[in-house]
Structure formats: C-alpha cells, structure tokens
C-alpha cells in the first residue's frame, strides 16, 4: 500500500485562505475594535433597593429574571449581583443606554385581565360601545354571541396572536357557530345603566369577577376610558384590584383597552416557550398555569371560549397580547397561535417568563451613576503593556534557546493573535462578546499554554534526533508522540475552561470563556501551522543538515554527529 504523502505546503495555504475567510468577514461587519466590558470602556451602574425585608430566595430569584433580561438584549458581560439584603446592582458596559437602565429599573409586573372595552383604528367596540350606542327604548339585550372568532381583533386591525388553543390533552372543545357574529352597533347588549351588574369586587371568585366587567364596567371605568389617549407614554399604576386603562405595545401601542381587575398573577405562570408544533409550519407561543391561576384559567376560557372577547397579557400595565379563546383549557396548559413569525414568538414567551418579578422596589431607591472610563483607561493599557511584555519573554527566550526553530514559534505566536483577534471581533459583532480585564487575562495566560506546545514538540523533535534519526524522521515521529501530550494538556484546560464558565458569575465568565477560545486556537495553530511549518522546513539544508544557528546541531544536542537522509 503506497504511503501518502504529506503535503505541509498545501495545508499552511488552506490555513491561510481561512484565516483571511474570517478577516473577510470582520471587513464586512464593519467592525475592527471589540466591544469593551465595564472595566475597560466604563459603563452604568444601577442600584436598586427592593422594598421591605425580601427573603434571600426572592432577591436570588429576582436578580436572576434581572440577568436574563439585560443579557437577553445583546449586552453580554453585564454583571448583576445582590448586596446586603435588599440591594440589586446592575453594571452594564458601554455607553449610558436609556433602553436598558428602563429594562432594569422596572418592576415588571405581569398579569392577566379580561378586557371590557377597546377603541382602535376601527372605533371603539365592547361594553363601551354598547352604552355609547344604546337606544333610548327599552330593548331586550341580546343573548351572548357563540360565533366563530375571525382573524381580526375587535378593533378592526388584524390581530398578531388571535386565539388562545387548548393543547392536545384538552378533553373538551366549544363548537362555534357557522354564522358571523354582529357587530356592537347592530346587536346592542344592554346598557349598563339600565341593568347593572354587581360590581367585580363584590364577588370572591376572580374568575366571575373578570367575566362580569366584560359587559358590565362600572362607570367611572368607562369615564377613564373615554377620557384617555393613546399612545401615551405616562407610567402606568398596574393595581391588581382595580380596572385598568391602558394602551397597547409595539405595532398596537395606539390600541386602547378597558381591563378588568387582575384574574391571575404572573407568579401562577409555570413556563413559556416558543415555537412550531409538530406537522406545522406556524410559530405559537406555549404557555402552562399552575396554582389558583390554573383554575380561573379554565372558568374563564369555558365561558369565552368561542366568542370574540378578549383575554388580556398585561406586562409593566401594558397589554402585550390580547388573544381570544378558540377552546376549553381545563388544565391550564395552552398555546396562542395568530400571526407570529420566529422573533415576535419569541418576544412575547421572553416577556411571559421573565416578566413577573417576585418583589418590588422603592420608586426613590433606585440610583443610576456612570463608572468614568479614565480607570477604565488605565486598565486597559496595563493590560495590553502586560500582555506585550509577556509575548516578548517568550519570544526571546525561544530565539536564543531553539535558535532557528524559534522562528517557527515567533510565527506561530503571531498568528496566533492575529486569529484571535479575527475571532473577538467576529464574536463581538455576531454573538454580543465583551472583553473584559479578566477576559484579557484568559488570552494572556493561554500564551503560556501555546508555547508549552511548541516546546513539547520541539523536545520530542530533539530527543528523536539524540536517538539517531534525522530531522526529517524525527519530525513526524516526534509529532506522533508530541500531539497527544499536547491534546491531553488543552484538553485539561478546556475542561477547566469549560466548568469555570458554567458555576462561575459575572466577569469571571469572561476570563473562562477567553480561556477556552485562545486554547482551542492553539489547538489549531499546532496542528495547521507549526506541525506543517516545521515539516516544511525539515527539507532544507540549513535544518536537516545541522547548521549551527538552526537549534539542532550536534553541539546542541550533545551527540557527536547529525543523521542526514530518510524519508519523513
């Protein structure tokens, strides 16, 4: 069988188009420096002091709901910890951004109403409505519409999530009727102030509460509804135990709604995740009740369930989704279908399972500062000058320890860095990537780790050449022995990498995450670079003969003379 010829040349130019593949791409996102962390650019630095005596529990849970949000926006490294035992500090690298000093500092409060009232493009519609458009005889109200829900809203404007289903172990389903429904204006229900209802407080049962503000609000809810505008930008007071007016977000901000006093707490919602059920082709948000919610839940969708009115997903008291139901949910476990693409299904399951926080905070203990980049400044020289400084010791100790050989690790080194940096970058602008003083520290040190490879290679090289063979054997049979040394070295620290990120917090990831990325480009340098470069270089004269500046003399070795000839 004819041995296959090894071919260094071809593989250092492969590695080269790669590495001028990912510059390509750093030139195309227009990007040449990286994103700093705090300690290096400075940053904001919010405090927030939660109310009361929180349990440790509640605090730990809070902060972490406040994690995911920051870092769920892009900004990675953002660090947020709790001090003493009722302090939140959220440190975000960058430039002051009033998005995410807004995402931080609000309590993010999620409930869920009924709604009774809307007013839109289309006019306004529901009990509202109604009373506006009463007749002055007395007429008989209409019974309750049982019609099948279109893929409109009731304001007219085509609705993004239009029904909420019951998932596949829901036993029972309503069965809507085949004939439109009328509209408020051709079927009025009875005016709220000729049969009014019991108002919602009275009853002990959310569930009926809810369901009897749908037709009946009191009328000093209905006089706030008329009275407000939207979109509005006036912080909401969200009380659970009070009808709300409000607007709408995103595309239906100028969406108007009536709400009902709170059904069901945020704290009631178990989970929430997005994405396309099995044989179709349509992004839905799935969502799971648990606790007293799980109950009301059922009462409310048994009894509008085929109908066009409206449950409300109320976030920060804005309604972020008013599905109707298009089924029974008897164990609380559903999914709102309606218009979603990829990213808006995600929006709304991020925004249900890290909404609701489990405390409040003090509307005057919330400070925001600016951390100064001066330090910062200091910092980040310090650390470059120590990262220099250190690549120059090792450079030059390789130079006049190996001599010729050294050449291969002054060049490995720098291309090392030059892959790095080609990697931050392209991480910094694809993946959010932040280097930190600690993260500098992970690439610093693993340049102790990458000249540790060049030296186990290069002792294996020199220890085959004592033995008798010549460079060119030596080289690929010291590699053989070299390589898995040097894979079980990075494995090691790969794998400490690897834990570090995972148990540790904060910045601390960031020298773990640098750690494990400069490791596996050594990883790459050794096998795609320095390997080929130096069996390359074992077809010259000045290396396979001996020269006494190449490193491998006989004098050096300490053996009398060098074996020239084989076949690598």
Excluded at 264 to 277: F, K, M, P, Y
Excluded at 487 to 510: H, P, Q
Excluded at 512 to 537: E, K, Q, R
Aim: with cysteine.
């Amino acid at each position: 069988m004819a041995r296959k010829t090894a071919r260094p040349g071809r593989t250092v130019v492969v590695f080269f188009l790669g590495l001028a593949i990912a510059y390509g791409l750093v030139a195309l996102g227009g990007t040449w420096k990286p994103e700093l962390g705090l300690d290096l650019q400075g940053g904001t630095r919010i405090t927030l002091t939660a109310k009361g005596s929180p349990s440790s529990e509640n605090l730990d849970e809070a902060r972490g709901i406040i994690d995911q949000r920051v870092n769920g926006t892009g900004v990675t490294e953002a660090e947020v910890t709790t001090q003493g035992g009722n302090l939140i500090v959220v440190e975000i690298p960058g430039k002051s951004r009033s998005d995410l000093v807004d995402t931080v500092k609000r309590q993010a409060q999620l409930r869920f109403r009924t709604v009774a009232c809307t007013e839109g493009p289309g006019g306004v519609t529901g009990a509202c409505a109604s009373a506006a458009t009463a007749p002055t005889a007395p007429t008989q109200p209409s019974a309750p519409s049982s019609s099948k829900p279109s893929g409109k809203s009731s304001n007219g404007s085509k609705n993004r999530a239009p029904f909420l289903m019951a998932d596949k172990k829901s036993d029972k389903k309503s069965k809507p009727s085949s004939s439109p429904s009328a509209s408020a204006s051709e079927s009025p229900s009875a005016s709220t102030s000729a049969s009014p209802s019991p108002a919602p407080s009275d009853s002990g049962d959310p569930a009926q509460s809810a369901l009897a503000f749908i037709d009946s609000p009191d009328q000093a809810s209905v006089d706030a509804f008329n009275a407000y505008s939207c979109p509005s930008d006036k912080v909401v007071d969200d009380n659970p135990d009070q009808p709300l007016v409000t607007c709408g977000t995103g595309d239906d901000a100028g969406t108007k709604y009536l709400l009902s006093p709170a059904a069901i707490e945020g704290t009631d919602l178990d989970s929430a995740s997005a994405g396309v059920a099995q044989g179709q082709v349509q992004w839905q948000v799935n969502l799971t009740l648990g606790g007293d919610g799980k109950q009301v839940f059922s009462d409310l969708s048994r009894a509008m369930a085929g109908s066009e009115k409206q449950f409300a997903v109320v976030l920060d008291g804005r309604v972020i989704s008013a599905p109707t139901f298009n089924g029974v949910i008897p164990n609380g476990s559903a999914q709102i279908t309606g218009s979603f693409d990829e990213a808006s299904a995600n929006s709304l399951a991020t925004s249900l399972k890290y909404g609701a926080l489990p405390l409040a905070f003090e509307k005057d203990g919330t400070s925001v500062e600016t951390v100064g980049p001066s330090l910062a400044g200091d910092q980040l020289s310090a650390g470059i000058t120590a990262g220099i400084i250190g690549l120059l010791l090792v450079m030059i100790y390789c130079l006049l320890y190996y001599r010729g050989l050294g050449l291969v690790v002054v060049a490995s080194l720098i291309v090392a860095g030059a892959v790095t940096y080609a990697m931050v970058l392209l991480l910094s602008k694809g993946a959010g990537f932040t280097l930190s003083l600690p993260g500098i520290a992970g690439l610093i040190v693993a340049v102790g780790i990458t000249a540790d490879s060049f030296i186990v290679y290069f002792e294996r090289i020199r220890d085959e050449m004592r033995e008798g063979r010549s460079m060119r054997v030596a080289v690929e049979a010291g590699w053989k022995r070299a390589r898995n040394t040097c894979l079980a070295a990075d494995t090691v620290s790969l794998l400490a990498a690897v834990v570090l990120y995972i148990f540790a917090a904060g910045v601390v990831k960031g020298f773990a995450f640098a750690l494990g990325l400069s490791t596996l480009i050594d990883l790459a340098i050794f096998f795609w670079f320095t390997h080929p470069m130096v069996s390359w270089l074992a077809r010259f004269k000045f290396f396979n003969r001996g020269h006494k500046l190449s490193g491998l003399d006989a004098e050096n070795l300490g053996i009398d003379r060098i074996t020239v000839g084989g076949r690598a």
